[in-house]
């Protein structure tokens, strides 16, 4: 009676295992299979031509016929190369217009219209404001640097004729044909391009503080800046890594507003490594020097992404272990 009932027992598993459903499929592969479109798409887009573009550099060129291989003759010869210098040299700069300004002052924007604006004239005011401070990120670039070339021209530009009106006639300037300020002039418009997206950052960043922070300092008589130096800043950090990285790439990378208002002159005084390897490339047809530039350029772009994305992480993992 015994071994019946064991016997049963063990039939009555089988049958229930037989006639279960289908078996999930594992999470692990269903993200697999909605990654290889992208994957995919990435290798073709971004890694082929920068193994094709990496090839060309290792060869003496011209656009047309057979290339003729050269080894590190290019990376020699840029190394020693007064013109690529200064161009990194002036995205330097770039980097100070497009990174270091915005973001300072977009965190100070954005907790101004977070913590003032917002609770003293309301969240749609805040808002209005903010939409106000990116719309220079949503122009085509082409648009916003010929409507900059109007308004720094030197002859009847609005920024010349509004000096005059006020008395300043003296400070006109040929702001982007004078070596020594076109530089200055395209960063300044460069801040203005660039500052919006720090300010939306920060402010979508500032949503996650805890408002008790802000109260509880309050209570204790801290005021604004305090508020902003000791609270603020520490809360939204990894933002932070997130502005400055995002921010730095895209000042190295900078291509439409030199060749919109400049196109790297007065004699080179605005010419940056993106521009520089465009010139290189098209205009003076040394492809595989072209080639050079830009695979030196997308090498120092791709080791200061990871480096920021190294800090963010860190920052991420130090939060995570105060609130543990």
């Given at each position: 009676m015994t071994v019946t009932v064991e016997r049963g027992a063990r039939a009555a598993g089988k049958s229930k295992r037989t006639h279960a459903g289908p078996r999930r499929p594992r999470t692990r592969d269903s993200y697999a299979l909605f990654l290889?479109?992208?994957?995919?798409?990435f290798l073709a887009v971004v890694v082929?031509?920068?193994l094709m573009n990496t090839g060309v550099s290792f060869t003496d060129w011209q656009g047309v016929g057979s290339p003729k291989w050269a080894g590190p003759a290019n990376y020699r010869e840029l190394a020693h190369d007064s013109e690529f210098w200064a161009s990194f040299r002036h995205s330097l700069f770039m980097v100070v217009a497009m990174a270091a300004v915005p973001t300072a002052l977009g965190l100070v924007l954005a907790a101004a219209l977070?913590?003032?604006?917002g609770k003293h004239f309301g969240s749609r005011v805040a808002a209005v404001l903010r939409a106000c401070f990116y719309l220079p990120q949503v122009l085509p670039i082409a648009v916003a640097g010929i409507v900059w070339s109007w308004i720094l021209a030197p002859d009847n530009g609005s920024l010349n004729e509004l000096l005059k009106a006020v008395g300043l006639g003296s400070w006109q300037q040929d702001w982007l044909g004078d070596p020594d300020i076109a530089l200055y002039s395209v960063m300044g418009v460069m801040v203005w391009v660039q500052i919006g997206f720090p300010l939306v950052v920060f402010m979508a960043g500032l949503q996650r503080v805890d408002p008790q922070l802000y109260e509880a300092a309050e209570l204790d008589g801290a005021g604004w800046w305090r508020r902003f130096w000791h609270i603020t800043l520490p809360q939204i950090r990894p933002e932070?890594?997130?502005?400055?990285?995002?921010c730095t790439i895209a000042a190295l990378k900078v291509f439409g507003a030199v060749y919109v208002l400049t196109k790297g002159g007065p004699g080179g005084?605005?010419?940056?490594p993106s521009y520089f390897s465009f010139s290189t490339f098209f205009e003076k047809t040394?492809?595989?020097?072209?080639?050079?530039?830009?695979?030196?350029l997308t090498v120092i772009i791709l080791a200061l992404s990871l480096f920021g994305l190294?800090?963010?992480t860190r920052a991420e993992d130090a939060e995570e272990g105060v609130r543990a």
């Open positions: 290889l479109p992208g994957t995919l798409a082929l031509p920068f977070f913590d003032y604006i932070t890594y997130v502005v400055l990285t995002w005084a605005t010419d940056v040394q492809v595989g020097y072209g080639a050079a530039i830009s695979t030196v190294r800090l963010q």
